[in-house]
């Protein structure tokens, strides 16, 4: 199993299993891809508020962002939950 898919995995589940008994579904992590890319764009062009630069066009989607991982992350911890 690849090192991203073990992260994963423990996100999902909580527990550090070598092998997870259910495989991680694309849609358990479908919000919180979109929501590290935003981020990612805003760091690499200089444009983010978490490097200083609080415009409202950073500050925006910089929220924009974090509240998609926040819902991924909401949505894994419900169906870890069922």
């Known amino acids: 199993m690849a090192c991203w898919q073990c992260c994963l995995w423990l996100l999902h589940t909580g ?12 849609t358990d992590v479908r919000d919180i891809i979109p929501g590290l890319v935003v981020l990612a764009i ?3 062009t200089g444009s983010s508020m ?10 925006f989607f ?4 974090l509240f998609f991982i926040g819902r991924g992350l909401y949505k894994l911890y419900s169906a870890r939950a069922r």
């Open 15 to 26: 527990r550090c299993d070598t092998e997870p008994s259910e495989p991680l579904r694309k």
């Open 42 to 44: 805003g760091l690499f």
């Open 50 to 59: 978490f490097l200083g630069n609080f415009s409202l066009g950073a500050v």
């Open 62 to 65: 910089d929220l924009f962002g």
